[in-house]
């Protein structure tokens, strides 16, 4: 009989919030992440769209990682780190730390071999390879570009390194199906949980395009001529189902979610609680079946 599968936790980082509870005010109250950027490759080089929607401020610490391993990661995959340990939190599991690897955690509760990855990106790590690509053509020389520029750069580096974060053995997966990416990441999750192949998966997209310093990606988006050009107010510019719109706003960020066999979930929760009592109000009672 397949699995009823349930949704216990949450993860975001976003434009309008790098916690849930930010991002879900901001929501409510209607604000938009979209502002005008100020960077010279987009002021100087006439580009016709000048907003964006970056994450603003957000670093490897706030993803609770060091500053060593966000210099051999690509944006798209700090995000996805940092989005995956809120829903793993939010989902009440505890992490501790691996005994071997240092920056690693070992989630408790769960088998590694029974902890599933799906992340999905459209573009992956384009930062990362338009920047080492460009180094390597303009100095013709290995030594300026950075060493993990391969590993960084590759589009399922996101899953992998929350993979390897969060000590997950069991299927690890990268989906890169554009804007569908993130969803038919759910998807495949909830069919690995369903299946009965995994207990847990964590899930969900990432992409860190709009925040590039040179605006790489915006300046692509720009030549389809498939962005919003209101510059002079960005905040009303992302509007797809009004009759005077004129395009997207590029954003960036990561969502997770934790997905988990009910029956995982409920043996989990019981457990929870004879450890340490009733659950705070919002804690892993909450779930909701997909």
Not at 97 to 124: C, F, M, Y
Not at 188 to 193: M, V
Request: charged residues 25%; hydrophobic residues 40%.
């Amino acid at each position: 009989m397949a699995n009823r599968v349930v949704v216990t936790g949450l993860g975001v980082v976003s434009s309008i919030g790098n916690t849930t509870s930010e991002f879900w005010s901001a929501c409510l109250a209607g604000k938009s992440g979209a502002v005008r950027l100020d960077s010279p490759w987009v002021v100087d080089t006439g580009l016709a769209t000048q907003i964006a929607a970056p994450v603003m401020g957000y670093s490897g610490e706030k993803a609770g990682i060091g500053s060593r391993l966000e210099r051999v990661l690509d944006r798209s995959a700090v995000f996805a780190l940092g989005a995956a340990a809120q829903a793993l939190a939010d989902a009440g599991f505890r992490t501790d730390q691996d005994s071997i690897n240092k920056e690693a955690l070992r989630v408790d509760g769960v088998e590694p071999e029974r902890l599933a990855t799906v992340v999905g990106s459209g573009i992956g790590g384009i930062s990362t390879l338009e920047t080492s690509h460009a180094i390597w053509r303009e100095q013709r020389s290995k030594t300026p570009v950075k060493r993990y520029s391969l590993p960084m750069l590759i589009p399922n580096a996101a899953a992998g390194q929350v993979s390897i974060r969060f000590g997950a053995r069991a299927e690890c997966k990268a989906l890169s199906t554009a804007c569908a990416a993130g969803t038919m990441a759910i998807g495949d999750a909830w069919r690995l949980a369903r299946s009965g192949e995994a207990d847990v998966v964590l899930a969900g997209g990432t992409e860190g395009v709009a925040g590039e310093a040179d605006a790489y990606g915006l300046m692509g988006f720009e030549r389809l001529r498939t962005l919003s050009t209101r510059n002079d107010e960005p905040h009303r510019a992302s509007r797809p189902f009004d009759l005077d719109r004129d395009g997207f706003v590029l954003g960036e960020g990561a969502a997770i979610l934790v997905l988990e066999r009910e029956e995982h979930a409920s043996v989990l929760r019981l457990k929870f609680v004879y450890r340490n009592g009733p659950l705070p109000r919002g804690s892993r009672r909450r779930s909701w079946s997909i």
